[in-house]
């Protein structure tokens, strides 16, 4: 039998976790995002120098894990001077470690739209920027939106190990309740209702979203084709 009284005790104690969790997997994606979005432009169109640059620190983020990367800017840094809390580490090391996922999703979302639909795009009048909002983007991000769905479900997951820099995340508070009172199916109970918690509804939405994304992606594609 569980211990009722244990699990409700300690409730607080993981809504602060979660809390915890989800406001630094937060900050994360959304920098991951925005640096994979980049790289993969970057790519996309051979930028001298900078593309090299970029498919190095793919390389480099995708073949090392996040708790050595952590390890790295919590204990490794401070030996040259460079002192970072625990949240910035743990949100400088998920942006590092998602932005290279990041990267592949948009590069194979990108290179996905047809050469036709870009030069129509620019056939009508649009500018480079506008070309790239209204007519690559959207069908880009309908294709790469289960890729990108999955890897934000991944790097939330990876979050378990942000107790290595002493961060009181959901692992971490399972794992000391664990200790002192020996209730493991209490907090491990506790610890995946609290995951769930989190990432079914993102799973749901994501659905949603990209059922929507490719209806009006086509679309788009439909009226620029005019077919």
């Known amino acids: 039998m569980l211990n009722g009284d244990f699990i409700q005790q300690n409730v607080p104690l993981y809504q602060e976790a979660l809390w915890l969790t989800v406001r630094l997997a937060f900050w994360g994606i959304l920098g991951a995002t925005g640096l994979g979005l980049l790289i993969s432009v970057i790519k996309l169109y051979k930028i001298p120098v900078l593309s090299q640059l970029s498919q190095v620190y793919i390389e480099l983020s995708r073949n090392t894990p996040l708790l050595i990367q952590l390890y790295f800017l919590y204990f490794g840094l401070p030996k040259i ?9 743990a949100v400088a090391g998920l942006i590092f470690l998602g932005g290279s996922y990041m990267a592949e999703t948009f590069r194979s979302g990108l290179e996905a739209v047809t050469r036709t639909q870009i030069e129509l795009g620019l056939s009508i009048g649009l500018t480079f920027a506008q070309n ?85 992606g086509f679309g788009s594609k439909r009226s620029l084709s005019g077919k």
């Not at 001077?81 to 580490?89: K, V």
């Not at 918690?197 to 993102?202: D, K, M, N, S, Y």
């Open 81 to 89: 001077g460079l002192i970072l809390n625990p949240e910035t580490c």
């Open 132 to 216: 790239f909002r209204y007519v690559i983007f959207p069908q880009a991000l309908a294709v790469a939106l289960p890729s990108f769905t999955a890897n934000v479900i991944f790097l939330i997951k990876e979050t378990s190990v942000f107790s290595v820099v002493a961060l009181a995340d959901l692992m971490y508070v399972a794992k000391d309740l664990i200790g002192l009172y020996y209730e493991t199916d209490e907090a491990l109970l506790m610890l995946v209702i609290a995951y769930l918690i989190v990432l079914l509804p993102i799973s749901l939405v994501f659905a949603w979203l990209e059922r929507r994304l490719r209806h009006e």
